[in-house]
């Protein structure tokens, strides 16, 4: 049974970080690709970052670009996100996607259940 846990989550002023991480169980961790999603209230789902099987490849959303950075250690099968200068936009709940692919699509194979940021003014 695949699990993936996000934990990290909570509230931070304007312009301070945070880091999630995501541990995953069930699966052969540095066969997938893993990724980032957001859905802030009232507001659909978002991709926010996703990074490949072996870690080359990475991607960003325009609008955490330079802010967020995506990362993995496949010894400890846990995916992790550093968020500086939070903004108060970055309010969502943060989910952690998996999928057995090359790259993550926009369907992954496997969702968390989410971890809740949120960003004071």
């Known amino acids: 049974q695949v699990q993936l846990v996000e934990s990290g989550g909570g509230l931070v002023q304007a312009g301070g970080s945070l880091r999630l991480s995501c541990a995953a169980s069930?699966?052969?961790?540095?066969?997938?690709?893993m990724g980032w999603f957001r859905q802030a209230p009232g507001k659909e789902r978002e991709f926010v970052a996703r990074i490949s099987w072996n870690g080359v490849s990475i991607d960003y959303s325009d609008s955490v670009k330079g802010r967020f950075t995506i990362s993995r250690d496949n010894a400890k099968n846990t995916v992790y996100l550093q968020m500086n200068s939070l903004k108060p936009e970055d309010t969502a709940v943060y989910y952690c996607?998996?999928?057995?692919?090359?790259?993550?699509?926009?369907?992954?194979?496997?969702w968390g259940k989410g971890t809740l940021v949120t960003v004071s003014s």
């Open positions: 069930g699966l052969t961790f540095s066969s997938y690709s």
């Open positions: 996607a998996a999928e057995r692919a090359r790259i993550l699509t926009m369907s992954p194979d496997y």
